[in-house]
C-alpha cells in the first residue's frame, strides 16, 4: 500500500494568497494499480467538490498520462461556470491530472 497525499492550489499571486481553484487527493496504489482514490475541487463552488467520476476513472487501472488526462476531462464533465469564471474549468482540469501524476 502506498497512500499519497497531495494539495495543489491556482493562485493570482503569491502563494499565500487564497486559490482561484484548488485540488486535494489521496490516491492509493499498490503493485502499480490505482486501489482507492479520493479527489476533491476547492474554490469552485460554494463548498469542497468531491469528483467522482474521475476517481472511478482511476481506480482498478494503472496509472499513466492517457489516464489521468481522461480522470481530468470527467472531474469537470458537469461543470456549470458562471460567464465570469469558465476558465476555472481548464485549471481545475490541470490541477486534477498533475494530481494524479505526482
Known amino acids: ?8 492550489k491556482f493562485t493570482l ?3 499565500i494568497d487564497f486559490p482561484v481553484v484548488s485540488v486535494a487527493s489521496v ?4 503493485k502499480g494499480v ?3 482514490a479520493r479527489i476533491t475541487l ?3 463552488a460554494p463548498g469542497p467538490v468531491r469528483v467522482k467520476a474521475a476517481e ?6 494503472p496509472i499513466d498520462e492517457h489516464l489521468a488526462a481522461e480522470a481530468a476531462e470527467r472531474a469537470v464533465s458537469g461543470a456549470q461556470p458562471l460567464s465570469m469564471n469558465a476558465y476555472k474549468v481548464e485549471i481545475a482540469k490541470t490541477l ?3 494530481a494524479i501524476l505526482s
Request: hydrophobic share 35%.
Open 96 to 98: 486534477v491530472k498533475r
Open 34 to 36: 490505482c486501489t482507492d
Open 56 to 61: 472511478e476513472v482511476i481506480i482498478g487501472q
Open 42 to 44: 476547492g474554490a469552485v
Open 1 to 8: 500500500d502506498r497512500a499519497q497525499q497531495k494539495y495543489l
Open 13 to 15: 499571486r503569491t502563494p
Open 27 to 30: 490516491i492509493t496504489i499498490e
